[in-house]
Each structure stands twice: as structure tokens, then as C-alpha cells.
């Protein structure tokens, strides 16, 4: 396993990713060669979440960007194995868990999978389609208009300062929510609305990964990244689990599609927990659900779940991510040269 940081080198295409854009690499060169590609795709109108097969570059942008909830790939494992077992090449975009059980697919059905090259994302966790809807209902109702669009990850901020949610309304309103004060994200981050079988995900460890990359956000790149440029854009961090997948990482680097560098595994996981262990469960996950299931408000029952959470946050959020991130390292080097 090989440790990197990088981006894609398309500016359009980096503003359009959630991170640094090596999915959208990945994809656009196993489909120049005549490959197919499956990764998630959201229902604008029901916001359900699937795995879906695109045949060309101009249909990658549909399955970029983050997508905090619980995919259908069912339909996806058959299509891969058919293409495979044509001898067509296949990339496979998922979580680690649809990555292993697409894995198991193959065997089961003595596909070989020499063609298959597999991606997953870092994955915190996923959550249910329903959380999202009654998110999104909420929002609505507080808005009083109906969504047209839902993101949740946007670059109308810079990169390193974290995620937002980006919505736009049916009325000409567009709202970028930042990740410390949206009511969802206080909810998934805080581990509150994941599904259960992700508290004991046996997938996220640092060695025996499946996919043969592992691609996500290198949370806490500005510590040691000096390109501000790049940080504002997006970094992405990549490990090669296997040497398949670092046979793809070194050719789109050779070929000028992606920044690639070598990265130290621990600056990696210092805020990556995910490369090495599962989220932790929230006490008050099904107190949570029970709230929804009665009707409560989703953003009320976010707060009231998380009273003081949500106070500590907003109080950052007011102080801004760049001054609080120059307090810590005051803190850091006073307390270094006690």
C-alpha cells in the first residue's frame, strides 16, 4: 500500500469534484479505451441514490461529487459481470463494502476480473435515503419552496475549510450551508444518522483493502501544503492497494491528467479516521429516529439531540476555520516550546 496526495489537472472538471477530481480521471481514461464505468448516481426529485453504468466522458459528470447515503448497486454487480465476462473493461466506483461484495459477485459466478479495476471512497459512513428526504422536506418547509437542486459537497467556498451543503430552490434561491451549522452535517458527523452496519465496518483498516484505490479528501492538507491555489481547489489523498491500482495512479501521472505525490500515511490519518477504523456509534442514534419516525422536525431534532454541539459550532463558525486554525497552531507551538 502506497500513500498519496494529488488532483486532476482540468480546472473545470476540479471545480465540478467534491475533492481533487481523480475519480473523473479515472473514469475518463477506462472510457477513451472503450470501458465502462459505474458509480453513484442521485434522483434529483426523490433523492434516491443508485449505481448506475456511463459509456462516455460527457456522462461523467452525473456521478461526481459526494453522496452521503445508501446506494442501490444490485443491478450494477450483473452489468459489471456481463461486461466482464465480454472482455469489456470496467471501473467500479463505490464503498468498500460495494467493492467487496462486487468482488464476491465475480466469484460466485467465476467471473475473472482481470479488466475489473475497482475505486471506493473513504467512507465515514452512509446514511439512510430517509434521513435525506426528511432533511430535505424540512429545509423546504423553512424555505417555502421546493428544492430543485441538492449538493453536498460545493466549492462556492475554498476546499480546506471544509464541506458545505449547497441547495437551490424552486423560487431563484440558492443557499450554501457550511458544514458546522447544516443540520445534516451535524447529524453525520456526529455519526447520529448512519446505518447501523457501518458502527461495525469491517472494511475500514489500513491494509487488506479491496478496491485496488482508495481515494478521499486530505483533510489537514494546509498543515503542510504550502500551495494555496491547490488547497482552495481541492486535495485529494489516494492509497494503491494494489499494484493494479498503482499502475493506473503512475499512468495518468505520466500522462499529465493528475498532480501525484508521495504522501506520509500518518499526515494522511490524522484526520482520516476512516482509513483505519469505523465510526463510532451516537448514543442517541435511535432516540434520534424515534423523533423523525413521530414527526418531528428534522433541524429540531438535530438541535435538540445536540444542544451544545451545535453551540461549540456555531461559536467556530462565527470565528471563522482560518483564525481558528491560527489559534491551534499558536497552541501548538506554545505548548511545544514549554
Same mark, same amino acid.
Given at each position: 500500500?502506497n500513500?498519496?496526495?494529488g488532483?486532476?489537472?482540468?480546472?473545470?472538471?476540479?471545480?465540478e469534484?467534491?475533492?481533487?477530481?481523480?475519480?473523473?480521471?479515472l473514469?475518463?481514461?477506462?472510457?477513451s479505451?472503450?470501458?465502462?464505468?459505474?458509480?453513484?448516481y442521485m $434522483?434529483?426529485?426523490?433523492?434516491?441514490?443508485?449505481?448506475?453504468?456511463?459509456?462516455s466522458a !460527457?456522462e461523467?459528470?452525473?456521478?461526481?461529487?459526494?453522496?452521503?447515503?445508501?446506494s442501490?448497486a444490485a443491478a450494477?454487480?450483473?452489468?459489471?459481470?456481463?461486461l466482464?465476462?465480454?472482455?469489456?473493461?470496467?471501473?467500479?466506483?463505490?464503498?468498500?463494502c460495494q467493492?467487496?461484495?462486487?468482488?464476491?459477485? &465475480?466469484?460466485v459466478?467465476g467471473?475473472?476480473a482481470?479488466?475489473?479495476?475497482?475505486? !471506493?471512497? &473513504?467512507?465515514h459512513?452512509v446514511?439512510?435515503?430517509?434521513?435525506?428526504?426528511?432533511y430535505?422536506?424540512?429545509?423546504?418547509k423553512?424555505?417555502?419552496?421546493?428544492?430543485?437542486?441538492?449538493?453536498?459537497?460545493?466549492?462556492?467556498?475554498?476546499w480546506?475549510?471544509?464541506s458545505?451543503?449547497?441547495? !437551490?430552490y424552486?423560487?431563484?434561491?440558492t !443557499?450554501?450551508k457550511?458544514?458546522?451549522?447544516?443540520?445534516?452535517?451535524l447529524?453525520?458527523?456526529?455519526?447520529?444518522?448512519?446505518?447501523?452496519?457501518c458502527?461495525a465496518?469491517p472494511?475500514?483498516?489500513?491494509?487488506?483493502r479491496? +478496491?485496488d484505490?482508495?481515494?478521499?479528501?486530505w483533510w489537514?492538507?494546509?498543515?503542510?501544503l504550502?500551495?494555496?491555489?491547490?488547497?482552495?481547489k481541492?486535495?485529494?489523498?489516494m492509497?494503491?492497494?494494489?499494484?493494479?491500482g498503482?499502475?493506473?495512479?503512475?499512468?495518468?501521472?505520466?500522462a499529465?491528467?493528475?498532480?501525484? +505525490?508521495?504522501?506520509?500515511?500518518?499526515?494522511?490519518?490524522?484526520?482520516?479516521?476512516?482509513?483505519?477504523?469505523?465510526?463510532?456509534?451516537?448514543?442517541?442514534r435511535?432516540?434520534?429516529?424515534?423523533?423523525?419516525?413521530?414527526?418531528? $422536525?428534522?433541524?429540531?431534532?438535530?438541535?435538540?439531540?445536540?444542544?451544545k454541539?451545535?453551540?461549540?459550532?456555531?461559536?467556530?463558525?462565527l470565528?471563522?476555520?482560518?483564525?481558528?486554525?491560527?489559534l491551534?497552531a499558536?497552541?501548538?507551538?506554545?505548548k511545544a516550546?514549554r
Amino acid at each position: 500500500m502506497n500513500c498519496y496526495y494529488g488532483w486532476n489537472t482540468d480546472d473545470g472538471v476540479l471545480k465540478e469534484s467534491s475533492s481533487g477530481g481523480i475519480f473523473s480521471a479515472l473514469a475518463e481514461d477506462v472510457l477513451s479505451r472503450g470501458g465502462a464505468v459505474f458509480g453513484a448516481y442521485m $434522483d434529483p426529485e426523490s433523492y434516491a441514490v443508485s449505481h448506475v453504468m456511463i459509456r462516455s466522458a !460527457e456522462e461523467t459528470g452525473k456521478l461526481r461529487g459526494s453522496k452521503y447515503q445508501q446506494s442501490d448497486a444490485a443491478a450494477a454487480y450483473s452489468q459489471a459481470g456481463g461486461l466482464l465476462r465480454a472482455g469489456t473493461e470496467v471501473l467500479f466506483t463505490g464503498t468498500p463494502c460495494q467493492v467487496a461484495a462486487l468482488r464476491r459477485y &465475480l466469484a460466485v459466478k467465476g467471473i475473472r476480473a482481470d479488466a475489473l479495476l475497482c475505486a !471506493e471512497v &473513504l467512507c465515514h459512513g452512509v446514511t439512510s435515503t430517509k434521513a435525506v428526504r426528511v432533511y430535505a422536506r424540512s429545509r423546504e418547509k423553512q424555505r417555502g419552496s421546493r428544492i430543485t437542486a441538492l449538493r453536498f459537497r460545493t466549492k462556492d467556498r475554498p476546499w480546506y475549510q471544509g464541506s458545505a451543503m449547497k441547495l !437551490e430552490y424552486e423560487n431563484g434561491r440558492t !443557499e450554501v450551508k457550511d458544514n458546522l451549522i447544516d443540520p445534516f452535517y451535524l447529524a453525520y458527523v456526529n455519526s447520529m444518522i448512519l446505518r447501523p452496519s457501518c458502527y461495525a465496518c469491517p472494511f475500514a483498516k489500513q491494509e487488506g483493502r479491496e +478496491a485496488d484505490i482508495t481515494i478521499g479528501d486530505w483533510w489537514g492538507a494546509e498543515n503542510d501544503l504550502r500551495d494555496w491555489e491547490a488547497l482552495r481547489k481541492g486535495v485529494s489523498l489516494m492509497l494503491a492497494n494494489s499494484e493494479k491500482g498503482e499502475a493506473a495512479l503512475r499512468d495518468m501521472a505520466a500522462a499529465g491528467k493528475i498532480r501525484l +505525490a508521495e504522501l506520509d500515511f500518518g499526515k494522511a490519518v490524522k484526520r482520516n479516521g476512516a482509513l483505519v477504523k469505523p465510526a463510532r456509534k451516537n448514543p442517541r442514534r435511535e432516540a434520534f429516529f424515534r423523533k423523525l419516525a413521530a414527526g418531528e $422536525d428534522f433541524r429540531a431534532a438535530v438541535y435538540g439531540m445536540s444542544r451544545k454541539k451545535a453551540v461549540k459550532n456555531r461559536i467556530k463558525y462565527l470565528f471563522g476555520y482560518d483564525n481558528t486554525r491560527r489559534l491551534k497552531a499558536l497552541k501548538r507551538r506554545i505548548k511545544a516550546g514549554r
